[in-house]
């Protein structure tokens, strides 16, 4: 071999680890990018909360959480009627609960929630009476809400009618 050829056959090897470098290094970049924008991102959920009890039944709000480390924006809560009024102890006359109607039916927007900030809604109130939640049922909620760069989110969930005080809807008192 001559020493021509040993110079190109070094030149060829050579030029084949920088190609292979180059290549690693920008699947590297990309994956480091698409992980930051899988992590910092918002993140929102919703959920019942009970406010206070009475002899008609328990108060409730409905809070929606961002726990991400951005915030969000443009935030809506949609759910389809039907879930909405099964839920209901009596659903004969046929309307949703005013709060519930402006929480989940109507066009409601939440212009922006910080991270780790909440806002809250009143909710109707779990009882017997008509128009009350029926305790322990669930609503299929849909959340979509846009990060502060426009991109899109959709969370879908289940809202969980009844007092929060006992995960499993029982509890001590601490009197």
């Known amino acids: 071999m001559s020493i021509e050829s040993q110079g190109s056959a070094v030149s060829n090897v050579s030029t084949e680890i920088a190609i292979i470098s180059a290549t690693i290094a920008f699947t590297s970049m990309c994956v480091t990018v ?9 993140i929102l959920s919703a959920r019942v909360t009970s406010v206070a009890g009475g002899n008609e039944g328990i108060a ?8 991400g480390n951005r915030p969000a924006k443009e935030i ?22 005013t709060d519930a109607r402006r929480c989940l039916l109507e066009e409601r927007v939440i212009p922006v929630i910080a991270n780790g900030r909440t806002v809250s809604n009143a909710f ?7 128009g ?20 899109r ?13 006992g995960f499993a809807q029982t509890f001590w008192s601490e009197s």
């Open 76 to 97: 809506s809560i949609k759910a389809d009627e039907h879930h909405v009024l099964s839920a209901l102890v009596d659903s004969s006359n046929g309307d949703a609960p």
């Open 34 to 42: 698409w992980l930051w924008q899988r992590t910092n991102r918002p």
């Open 124 to 130: 109707g109130h779990l009882g017997n009476n008509p």
């Open 153 to 165: 989110y959709t969370g879908k969930m289940n809202l969980l009618l009844a007092d929060d005080a």
């Open 60 to 67: 409730l709000n409905i809070i929606v959480e961002n726990t």
């Open 132 to 151: 009350a939640w029926q305790s322990g049922t669930l609503i299929p909620i849909v959340i979509r809400y846009r990060s502060l760069e426009g991109r």
